[in-house]
């Protein structure tokens, strides 16, 4: 069975620049969640998505947003991208947003930006 | 924030039991306790769950204390390739996101 899977896995970005990063979840999964990971603050929540609706959404800016298509897959983008922007972005996937049904995340995209 | 705290680091050697602690004396009810661990440039890896009672599956076992403020991730023979950091988490589907990550604890195994 196919793991989550994240692209692409490292990108270079200049200060001011948008990026779009991709998720795919496992097959039957319909729930998405976004991480943002960095050495200072470790993981941090972004958002969840569940059947194309964002479900929850942590303290991020309004730079940051998401969605989720039909086929579960899901997207972030983030704009005016800035320096402490960089970080590792995690995807996970859980069969259901139910407290009890683990997630599963994919290895992450690596953004730095310059 | 759904806060728990572990220790920093932990050591064991290899093939020894290791015993990870996790106090969480802010639970409620329904918030179920999960473990994640994170390998070195890999995402976090879904260890085991429970709610109320001890749980066991290939990877480890969970021990619940009676009262839920605390728990214990059980690693029956450590291997090198359990070293790694451990994530203690309640799940309570909040606003701010059903996990909230903590420091979670360094793992060392030594050979």
């Known amino acids: 069975k196919a793991g989550v899977t994240q692209t692409p896995r490292y990108l270079i970005k200049t200060r001011g620049q948008q990026v779009t990063l991709s998720c795919s979840p496992i097959?039957?999964?319909?729930?998405v969640s976004w991480y943002q990971q960095t050495p200072g603050q470790g993981l941090q929540f972004l958002f969840e998505?569940?059947?194309?609706?964002?479900?929850n959404k942590g303290n991020f800016p309004g730079r940051f947003s998401g969605r989720q298509f039909s086929n579960s897959r899901s997207e972030m983008n983030v704009s005016t991208l800035e320096l402490g922007d960089s970080a590792l972005y995690l995807c996970?996937?859980?069969?259901?947003?139910?407290?009890?049904?683990?997630?599963?995340f994919g290895d992450g995209t690596r953004l730095s930006i310059l | 924030d759904a806060k728990t705290t572990q220790p920093n680091s932990m050591e064991s050697n290899e093939e020894e039991p290791v015993h990870l602690p996790c106090n969480h004396s802010t639970i409620s009810g329904t918030d179920y306790i999960h473990w994640y661990r994170q390998l070195p440039s890999q995402g976090p890896e879904y260890v085991i769950h429970?709610?109320?009672s001890n749980v066991n599956n290939r990877m480890a076992s969970l021990a619940i204390a009676e009262d839920r403020k605390s728990s214990t991730l059980i690693l029956h023979r450590a291997t090198l390739r359990d070293a790694a950091v451990y994530y203690c988490i309640l799940d309570r589907g909040s606003t701010l996101g059903r996990l909230y990550f903590g420091r979670g604890t360094q793992l060392t195994v030594w050979p």
């Open positions: 429970g709610l109320t």
């Open positions: 998505y569940f059947s194309e609706t964002q479900r």
């Open positions: 097959s039957g999964h319909r729930s």
């Open positions: 996970a996937s859980s069969l259901g947003t139910a407290r009890n049904q683990p997630q599963h």
